[in-house]
């Protein structure tokens, strides 16, 4: 069974400029969450989809973050535009139910703005 | 609000010799679950060991196990045999009560395995 896809593993890109990061969600999980991970830090969550519905999206940055899960499979982050302290590791997870124990986590997106 | 507080920044280990991981907590629920992550170099958090705030038994996975001290609000990981590929970065997390509520993680300890 395929685990969770991210792309790309690795984005440098320049201030202002957007960035868009892709996860691909074990088959049939419906629960999807995108954390953050600052360097030396936890993953910290930024959103959290019930199928297509964003059910926890209060840690996100509204002004330059969005993210959109369109058919409830995979999902997209973007950021536009970005700035120096963006430059983190974006991780997805997916679990089958909002309530099961275990998320299952991608590789991770690791972003640098210069 | 959820705190998971892990004190060491790094810790050394023997090959074959056990180790422990500290974590505390904190939270108003009265129920909730925690959990240890382990990421190694790859960047993936790869599940470990699930505690529940009821569970009457610490939580064994094979060489994990959990050192839960409910009074203590403690949450300690304790890896027995250590192999050179325990070497990577060990997250404490919890999750209060309903399913709602968010993985809140720690800070993270890295191990270094050595021969």
């Known amino acids: ?114 | 609000a959820q705190k998971i507080t892990q004190t060491q920044p790094g810790m050394f280990v023997q090959e074959k010799e056990a180790v422990t991981l500290d974590c505390t907590y904190d939270t108003s629920d009265p129920s909730y679950g925690l959990f240890w992550y382990k990421q190694p170099s790859s960047g993936e958090m790869i599940f470990l060991i699930y505690q529940g705030s009821y569970d009457q038994q610490n939580a064994t996975e094979g060489r994990y196990s959990l050192n839960f001290q409910k009074a203590r609000k403690s949450a300690n990981l304790v890896i027995s045999a250590s192999q050179l590929g325990d070497s990577a970065m060990y997250f404490c997390a919890m999750r209060g009560g309903g399913t709602a509520s968010k993985l809140t993680f720690g800070t993270g300890t890295r191990l270094q395995v050595t021969l």
């Not at chain 1, 996100?60 to 058919?71: G, I, Q, T, V």
């Not at chain 1, 999902?75 to 997916?94: F, M, N, R």
């Open chain 1, 1 to 114: 069974e395929a685990g969770v896809v991210q792309s790309p593993r690795y984005k440098i890109i320049e201030k202002k400029q957007p960035v868009a990061f892709w996860c691909n969600p074990i088959s049939g999980h419906n629960t999807l969450y995108w954390y953050l991970q600052n360097l030396g830090q936890g993953p910290e969550l930024l959103i959290r989809y019930e199928n297509e519905e964003a059910v926890d999206d209060s840690q996100l940055p509204k002004d330059r973050f969005s993210a959109e899960r369109l058919k409830g499979v995979d999902s997209t982050l973007k950021i536009q535009p970005a700035e120096l302290g963006d430059s983190a590791v974006y991780l997805c997870a997916s679990s089958s139910s909002a309530g099961a124990r275990e998320l299952f986590f991608g590789e991770g997106s690791r972003l640098t703005v210069l």
